[in-house]
């Protein structure tokens, strides 16, 4: 995050040093939003974690106008609210500050902090949805998800389901911690036993509660958010020839490509030559093969 000032003025007689403050998002991620389409009911606080401090001349400072108080790092901490979505390199609205400075006072320094909603940038970005020869689908079929924002997720908390034609199975809440730092992977699947899920090195094991059918069917990973779920992303297929090969899985070609439709030009089979486990074509928990930059 980057705050900056836009301009600022003090007035002598009443005491009170003005500036017109923006908040600037450096991050991949959208902020002010759980999703990237939400605005987030808090919005963007930027809040003062230490002072205003006088470091030269004599008296107090203090923050005229703020938004609210609020616990933060400590009690009453003062803020200003940005209700914004600000997506990478936006900048806000400039809003108003004022402080309370008595012409006294030489200097003074305060440290900002921010809280806000951070939107989730996870990717599904390799699928394995027809393990084939002597694994079954019961046990060797298993998903992978790319983190592309700035900041590492847990997963713990987010839900995860499929939708064959008989229509959204029910959600399936990932019940342990699973940290997927910026830029790297996470594998879900059936089970975490490499002697009977085909080799797949998979971080956490759903169970019965997602079967990827070999025809048609859609993946999805959401955030449980208030009394609502918010989808962070879904992939779809309807070409069982194309996505439901046996033993080969379905790769993206790069995180930040449309990853909608699992048939499409965007995907692509993982390599003859990228092979997991006894026979498996795949890459989990890895670039992938089909990787285009």
């Not at 991050?27 to 808090?42: R, W, Y």
């Not at 938004?67 to 806000?92: C, R």
């Not at 036993?193 to 069917?217: E, K, Q």
Request: glycine share 10%; net charge negative; proline share 4%.
């Amino acid at each position: 995050m980057q705050i900056t000032s836009v301009g600022g003025s003090y007035d002598s007689s009443a005491e009170v040093l003005t500036a017109n403050v923006t908040v600037k998002n450096l991050m991949q991620e959208a902020i002010g939003t759980p999703d990237g389409t939400m605005t987030a009911p808090n919005g963007i606080r930027v809040f003062f974690s230490t002072g205003p401090t006088v470091q030269t001349g004599a008296g107090s400072v203090s923050v005229a106008n703020p938004d609210g108080y609020a616990f933060f790092t400590a009690a009453d901490q003062p803020y200003f609210t940005y209700s914004e979505i600000l997506d990478k390199n936006e900048v806000s609205a400039a809003k108003t500050w004022q402080f309370d400075v008595p012409t006294t006072v030489g200097t003074f320094t305060f440290t900002l902090l921010v809280q806000t909603e951070v939107q989730y940038l996870l990717v599904i970005n390799e699928v394995l949805t027809n393990p084939g020869g002597a694994i079954s689908d019961v046990n060797g079929e298993w998903f992978e998800i790319y983190n592309a924002g700035t900041l590492g997720v847990d997963l713990q908390g987010l839900v995860i389901a499929d939708s064959a034609a008989s229509g959204r199975r029910p959600y399936h809440v990932i019940a342990s911690s699973i940290n997927v730092p910026s830029g790297g992977y996470a594998v879900l699947g059936a089970v975490v036993d490499t002697v009977i899920n085909g080799g797949a090195d998979v971080d956490y094991a759903y169970g019965s509660a997602l079967a990827l059918a070999n025809s048609v069917d859609a993946l999805k990973i959401s955030r449980v958010y208030g009394t609502d779920t918010l989808t962070l992303d879904r992939v779809s297929y309807l070409n069982a020839a194309v996505s439901a090969q046996n033993g080969i899985s379905r790769e993206l070609k790069n995180p930040a490509l449309d990853n909608a439709n699992m048939d499409g030009s965007n995907w692509a089979d993982a390599s003859a030559t990228a092979v997991y486990g006894a026979a498996g074509r795949g890459t989990p928990r890895a670039q992938n093969s089909a990787y285009v930059p």
